[in-house]
T-cell receptor
Framework: AQSVTQPDIHITVSEGASLELRCNYSYGATPYLFWYVQSPGQGLQLLLKYFSGDTLVQGIKGFEAEFKRSQSSFNLRKPSVHWSDAAEYFCAVGARAAGNKLTFGGGTRVLVKP | SAVISQKPSRDICQRGTSLTIQCQVDSQVTMMFWYRQQPGQSLTLIATANQGSEATYESGFVIDKFPISRPNLTFSTLTVSNMSPEDSSIYLC????????????FGSGTRLTVV
């Protein structure tokens, strides 16, 4: 079975500082990996996804993520955080072999200090 | 990407009653899913809504509690039956991204409070 772990429940970062959110997954084959963001009271928005190829993936809103097979990780980064980046971030794993279902990590809540 | 309209956006319901949530997509999609997000928690898959046949439920979820319909490729409903306060959650519809590739877009969710 596939599983996803986001070790950090909360992260506080100053506006303009860099941000990195950790995601570790467990799956027997190469999974499809996703990062979603959920702003307060909103649904989920897809930031980026990885299927294959270049392990550094660019997404929307200035985010990028790097797939590291050896570490079973898919960490999300942003060089300079804006106050509007305050939200909950979810890493998810899916696979065709698993019926196309997504398994989500527990989420990381990001707070941005002025 | 497909645009999802989910209704209602929120509701407050009495325990013992039922609520039906609608998910309307602006294009035909193959895969549709229903998720639950309990307060302060992550998303958990309830079931896969299958067009023209019974939904496929995940462990811990049963049809009697969460009946699902999917009459065509653009519409699905989820009913939360005989509600209790423990059913207070956000319920989200998800569909496969259009244009090939792999990935899913989500509706804005239905915030349900059971009192």
């Amino acid at each position: 079975a596939q599983s996803v772990t986001q070790p950090d429940i909360h992260i506080t970062v100053s506006e303009g500082a860099s941000l990195e959110l950790r995601c570790n997954y467990s799956y027997g084959a190469t999974p499809y990996l996703f990062w979603y963001v959920q702003s307060p009271g909103q649904g989920l928005q897809l930031l980026l996804k990885y299927f294959s190829g270049d392990t550094l993936v660019q997404g929307i809103k200035g985010f990028e993520a790097e797939f590291k097979r050896s570490q079973s990780s898919f960490n999300l980064r942003k060089p300079s955080v804006h106050w509007s980046d305050a939200a909950e971030y979810f890493c998810a794993v899916g696979a065709r072999a698993a019926g196309n279902k997504l398994t989500f990590g527990g989420g990381t809540r990001v707070l941005v200090k002025p | 990407s497909a645009v999802i309209s989910q209704k209602p956006s929120r509701d407050i319901c009495q325990r013992g009653t039922s609520l039906t949530i609608q998910c309307q997509v602006d294009s035909q999609v193959t895969m549709m899913f229903w998720y639950r997000q309990q307060p302060g928690q992550s998303l958990t898959l309830i079931a896969t809504a299958n067009q023209g046949s019974e939904a496929t439920y995940e462990s811990g979820f049963v049809i009697d509690k969460f009946p699902i319909s999917r009459p065509n490729l653009t519409f699905s409903t989820l009913t939360v039956s005989n509600m209790s306060p423990e059913d207070s959650s956000i319920y989200l519809c998800s569909v496969e991204l259009a244009g090939g590739g792999y990935g899913y877009t989500f509706g804005s969710g239905t915030r349900l409070t059971v009192v």
